[in-house]
């Protein structure tokens, strides 16, 4: 059996996912182009990166978007929230586009489209699905009990 499940808060849960990681990735994108091609021979140059600004805050958005990630996936099925939260790659590509200045093809565009039409269908159906509940096991040893007697 599948229900709504969502309020006002969790919608805002849900935006936040969708919001924090296109942000997140874009600011780690900007901070390692700052610091240039970098060799797993030089792994030390990935511990400077952690510490420049532009990592360190995408880094805290994606802390934040996996803690919302969990936080949605306790009250929602995971093919309710993965789907709505995939808008976030229509954000990215906008990102990329205006803020890192990405040529982006009329093909991704029409993907772009795609996502967000998709988006929608799936954001007017149920979010949850109804499982039974296990008997506890004092309940379960209990009716044991009886059918030996």
């Known amino acids: 059996m599948t229900r709504r499940t ?3 808060r969790r919608y ?6 969708t919001v924090s990681a296109p942000l997140g990735d874009s600011f780690l994108d900007r ?16 511990l400077h990166a952690v510490a420049t600004p532009w990592v360190l805050g995408g880094i805290l ?17 995971l093919t309710y929230v993965l789907p709505v939260t995939s808008f976030a790659n229509v954000i990215v ?17 029409l993907g772009i489209f795609l996502i967000t039409t998709a988006v929608g ?9 109804e499982h039974e509940k296990a008997k ?5 040893a209990k009716s044991a009990e009886e059918v030996c007697l």
């Open 6 to 8: 969502m309020t006002f």
């Open 12 to 17: 805002l849960v849900l935006a936040f996912v």
């Open 31 to 46: 901070g390692m182009k700052q610091i240039g091609p970098v060799s797993l021979d030089h792994a030390t140059v990935l």
């Open 61 to 77: 958005l994606l802390i934040g978007f996996f803690a919302s990630w969990l936080t949605a996936l306790s009250w929602a099925d």
């Open 93 to 109: 590509a906008l990102l990329a586009r205006f803020w890192r200045h990405e040529e982006i093809s009329l093909s991704r565009w």
């Open 121 to 129: 269908f799936v954001m007017r159906g149920p979010s949850y699905t």
């Open 136 to 140: 506890p096991a004092k309940t379960a």
